[in-house]
Each structure stands twice: as structure tokens, then as C-alpha cells.
């Protein structure tokens, strides 16, 4: 049986677009003589649709879409693609199609409903299972969720006979999740001793992006073969069904075990070979490809340019700007835009105070020649200068203290929105997880923007992710003295970040283990962390919330990500009380 997994780029809303983008892919994949053709979890509408599905127009177009693309899947071919399915009730599903007809419609029955989804919002869980009769093999087809649950309908489908399990997903991206995918897969694979295909959708849609890494596992859990990360791709592989026979022969365990009566669909076969069908190739066996896995830093990168190219692109956006300090965040952040959108399309500007050092406008300038993007300087002196003159007569006989550092951040803010309304270009904000998890920015100053590039990524991973880059290219992309600088907003004589926040190296730990982990301040101190350090850090975290709530979004790339993924209320009072204070 050969097999094709087509890991698109889908578009959510734009169901004509995506039924276009899988046909193509659909021919690609007929020409390459493939007998099943895999597409990912909601393929004709994108992923995730959120209340779009409340529109009927919508769900019904969707549905045209589909029928549209069942005409042009030939005989002798099944494609498995997902969509929205209208049965009295919405339901995720993927529809089985195959000469110009849809044969079978499986629903997903595992909705997710925690971190970044909401699918129980929007769809009824499904209340039967089935498989295809292919080739004289059964093949089971599941819903990205399905396959996560070790009892479920994949091994509802394997006990009824399966030997190849279909998955097609819409699994977001965080960072090393990849491999623990992997793994799952794998024990799926072995568990049941079947072949696993996972089918993965690849793209960015507003914070989230899928990184693609579609992949095939035999019946012992090996990997067989994996498609690219954060690209389309069309992973094609030759199974051999009689493999999982014989595992199951020679394995006892799974007849210990019984299921619910399982339904399976029939599909028409051709009465000639697939090989001799008009279009396609000869049959060669195909060589297993796995593709490299990137580095942890290399995959976050990776993503970030993802996310940003497909924000713009979907959107409509063509050009970007972003404020260039000279340090490592707004690096990072360049390095970013100019990978997901060409140098040609990213303005960096330069806004010195009379805090900025020479060298952060030295470093600035590196930063932008390294990149080879346009910069503009746009000095915030005269205007500091005259909000402080207008502020004095109410001022009068206090002390400078952060109102006068925050004037310079919204100064520069203003800016950037100025040249965003001239231009029509999209600003960045260039904060990382570590200030926004702390409240370490400006409101309407620094936090303005159309889009937070780093948002998600942590203070010591920023660092890593730019050495990366220099060591990846052989070269000082992000110049060294960006790297080697204590870090500093240069907002008063002589800052740094040190002088308000413990070393990143201590902070991010306890961020990480606060915000993504959900651990108490008492098991935090017990992990090895200073108690005044951990109660101060949680107190900043839970009174920035109101901050957070109004940044603009950005790409997740951890565990848990601000926003969508972490939903806590502004108002809140809750304060954990150690054990000795009592009752």
C-alpha cells in the first residue's frame, strides 16, 4: 500500500483556497502513485475556525468546498481530509473520499478542551467507530486527539482488525514537543501493532503554529519516516500491511481484549492496477526519508519566522518596523523579520535618549548593516525635554523616579505607531516572556504593537536562540557586543536590568516553574530557590496580568504561552498561604 501524508498550509476561513491548495497536493500525490492520500485535521476550513463555526454560511461552504474536492479525486485513490461535518449538530471530522464521492465521514470523539483549545465549545463528540477495507487491508482512521488516548478509537481499530492507523492532526507547536509526539506515536504503533500515519498540519495562524513533522511508524514503534518542520511537505511511503498480521500472530495480548462492534466501509477498487491509471509514474519502491530533527533553538527560531511570514502573508501585510536598541531582544526580534519577511521589508529605527549609550547606537547600526535592512534615526530628546516641561507645574517638587522612564518608552511607542499610520507598516514589539511575565514594560510604550515577535520566548533562551544564529551562519549575524552587555532598558543613568530583577539565569526557572508548571511558591523555595526572591517574582507575575491582557499577540513557543494557553483573571485575590501562618 502506498501512502502520501500532504502536510499543507492551510488558511483558516479561506475554504475554496484550501480545497485548491490539497487538490494540488492530491495530484502531486497521485502522480506518485500513492493509493491513500492524507490531509490534516480540518483541512477545508483551517485550524482553528473558533467561532466562525457559529456562522451557517460558513459551515455550509465548508461543506460545498468538500464536495468540490471529492470531484476531483479519481478512482482507485482515497483521500482522507478534514473538514466540518453538519449531522444535526457540528462535529470535527475527516471525510473519506475517493472517485468523486464521499464514501464515509469519521467524527472525532477525544475534544480537546485545555491549554490553547476549545473544541468542546463548538463540536459533538463522536459515538461510533469505524474502518476502511482497503486493499484487503483495514485501515483505521482518527482525529488528531483520538490517537493521543491510549483507549480510544485507535485501539478500537486495531482490535477490530486494523493493521494501518490514519491520523490526521492539527497539533500545535511548543518547543520539544516534536519528540514527545514521537514517542506517543511510537507506543501507539507497538501497543497495537500496527502502522501509525500522522498527518500533521504545518503554517501559522495568529499565535499558534503548527510544525508540520508528519511521520509513518511500523508495527514494532520504529519510525519509518518524517516529513520537514515548519514546511509543506509530501511524505510518501510503501507499507506492507502482512507486517502487522504477522506481529499480531505472534502477540497473545490482544486477544485478551474485545470492543465495541466495529463498522467498516468498503471503498471501490479499481479493476486495473494503480500503476497503469492514466497520470502516473512507475512504481519503484520509495526510499524511506526521515528528515533531521532541528535543535531546540534552531526549532524555536524556526518557528518564530513561521509565524511571523504566515501573520503577515494571511493578513494581507507587507512591510514591518520595529524599534532597533541595540540589544538582544530587538536583535533577536530583527533577525526574525528578516528571515519571515526579506530584509527589504523591515525598517528598524534608532531612538537614542541622552541615556543611550554610544555603543547601544554602535550595536544598533551593526545590527541592522549585519541584516542589511533600512533603518531610520529619530533622536527622543526634544520630545522627553517637552513633556517634562509641560509636567513640571504638576510635578512641582517631586523626585524623577519610573513616570519619567515610561515617558521615554511611550515617546519611542508613539514613534513607531506614527510611522505604522505614514507607511502603513506593521510595528513589533520586541519584549521577551521574562518582562512580560514580570511587568517589565511599558503600557502603550515598549508593549505597542501590531505583533510581539519574542513574546513567548524566555530571557536566557533569547540569548541562545542568537548564538544559534551566529553559529548556524559562521558569522556575527547578532554582533558579539550585543551578546556580551549586561542587559539594560537605558531609561536612567546607569540601569540595569540586575536592578530590578534577580539574574535571568534565577528569574526564568522560577517563571518557568510559576507560570508554565503552575507550582506554589512553597514548592518552588523547595526546589533550591531563594523564598524572598520566588514570593517577589509570583507577586509581579499576578499584578501584571492587566498588563498582558492588552499586548498585542505573539508566537507561542513554550509549554504555556500568555494568553489563549494561560487564562487567569484579572481580578484576582487568591495569595497561597505557607502552612505555618494557619488558618
Not at 513533522?213 to 519510525?223: E, H, M
Not at 533600512?374 to 512641582?396: H, K, N, S, W
Request: with cysteine; hydrophobic share 40%.
Amino acid at each position: 500500500m502506498r501512502v502520501a501524508l500532504a502536510q499543507i498550509n492551510t488558511t483558516v476561513g479561506d475554504v475554496w483556497g484550501n480545497a485548491e491548495r490539497a487538490a494540488r497536493a492530491l495530484d502531486d500525490a497521485v502522480r506518485a502513485g500513492a493509493e491513500l492520500v492524507a490531509f490534516p485535521e480540518l483541512t477545508i476550513t483551517g485550524y482553528p475556525p473558533e467561532d466562525l463555526l457559529m456562522r451557517p454560511a460558513f459551515v455550509q461552504d465548508n461543506l460545498r468546498a468538500l464536495e468540490e474536492l471529492a470531484g476531483r479525486v479519481p478512482p482507485g485513490v482515497v483521500a482522507a481530509v478534514g473538514f466540518v461535518d453538519l449531522a444535526g449538530d457540528l462535529y470535527n471530522a475527516c471525510a473519506v473520499l475517493s472517485g468523486g464521492e464521499v464514501l464515509h465521514r469519521f467524527h472525532k470523539r477525544h475534544l480537546p478542551n485545555y491549554g490553547v483549545f476549545d473544541e468542546n465549545r463548538y463540536f459533538r463528540e463522536a459515538e461510533e467507530t469505524a474502518a476502511l477495507s482497503l486493499g484487503g487491508s483495514l485501515v483505521g482512521v482518527s482525529v488528531c486527539e483520538d490517537i493521543w488516548y491510549p483507549v480510544g478509537p485507535a485501539r478500537e481499530q486495531a482490535l477490530g482488525g486494523a493493521s494501518v492507523l490514519l491520523n490526521v492532526s492539527a497539533s500545535p507547536y511548543h518547543r520539544l514537543k516534536g519528540l514527545y509526539r514521537e514517542r506517543m506515536l511510537g507506543v501507539r504503533a507497538s501497543d497495537h501493532g500496527c502502522y501509525v500515519l500522522f498527518c500533521n498540519l504545518v503554517g501559522g495562524q495568529d499565535e499558534l503554529v503548527f510544525d508540520g513533522r508528519s511521520a509513518v511508524f511500523d508495527p514494532g514503534g520504529n519510525l519509518v519516516c518524517r516529513a520537514r518542520q515548519f514546511e509543506e511537505d509530501l511524505l510518501i511511503a510503501d507499507l506492507h500491511p502482512e507486517e502487522a498480521l504477522v506481529r499480531r500472530l505472534h502477540d497473545p495480548r490482544p486477544r485478551k481484549e474485545t470492543s465495541d462492534h466495529l463498522s467498516v466501509i468498503g471503498v471501490p477498487r479499481e479493476s486495473k492496477p494503480l500503476e497503469e491509471m492514466e497520470g502516473t509514474e512507475e512504481e519503484d519502491p520509495v526510499e524511506p526519508r526521515v528528515e533531521p530533527s532541528h535543535s531546540e533553538e534552531g526549532e524555536v527560531l524556526a518557528a518564530l519566522v513561521l509565524g511571523l511570514r504566515d501573520y503577515f502573508a494571511k493578513n494581507g501585510f507587507s512591510r514591518a518596523v520595529l524599534g532597533l536598541s541595540g540589544g538582544i531582544d530587538s536583535s533577536l526580534a530583527a533577525v526574525v523579520a528578516v528571515r519571515a519577511l526579506g530584509a527589504e521589508n523591515v525598517t528598524g529605527v534608532l531612538m537614542p535618549s541622552e541615556y543611550t549609550s554610544g555603543a547601544s547606537n554602535t550595536d544598533a547600526a551593526a545590527q541592522a548593516k549585519s541584516l542589511g535592512m533600512d533603518t531610520q534615526t529619530v533622536a527622543i530628546g526634544e520630545a522627553f525635554d517637552a513633556y517634562r516641561d509641560m509636567l513640571a507645574p504638576v510635578f512641582l517638587g517631586l523626585p524623577e523616579d519610573v513616570t519619567e522612564e515610561n515617558l521615554q518608552s511611550r515617546i519611542r511607542g508613539n514613534i513607531l505607531m506614527a510611522l505604522s499610520n505614514k507607511f502603513g507598516w506593521i510595528v513589533l514589539s520586541t519584549g521577551n516572556k521574562s518582562e512580560m511575565s514580570v511587568g517589565y514594560s511599558t503600557l502603550y510604550g515598549d508593549s505597542a504593537g501590531g505583533f510581539a515577535v519574542i513574546k513567548d520566548v524566555p530571557k536566557t533562551l533569547v540569548y541562545r536562540i542568537c548564538e544559534h544564529v551566529n553559529e548556524a551562519e559562521g558569522r556575527e549575524v547578532v554582533p558579539g557586543d550585543v551578546i556580551r552587555k549586561e542587559p539594560s532598558a537605558e531609561l536612567r543613568a546607569d540601569q540595569r536590568d540586575s536592578d530590578s530583577l534577580p539574574p535571568y539565569e534565577i528569574l526564568d526557572p522560577i517563571l518557568e516553574a510559576y507560570v508554565e508548571d503552575d507550582k506554589g511558591e512553597a514548592e518552588i523555595v523547595a526546589s533550591g530557590f531563594d523564598a524572598a526572591d520566588v514570593h517577589r517574582i509570583a507577586r509581579l507575575v499576578d499584578a501584571a496580568e492587566y498588563k498582558r491582557r492588552q499586548a498585542p499577540i505573539g508566537i507561542k513557543v513554550t509549554s504555556r504561552a500568555f494568553g489563549r494557553d494561560r487564562r487567569m483573571p484579572i481580578v484576582n485575590r487568591y495569595r497561597e498561604r505557607a502552612p505555618e501562618d494557619g488558618p
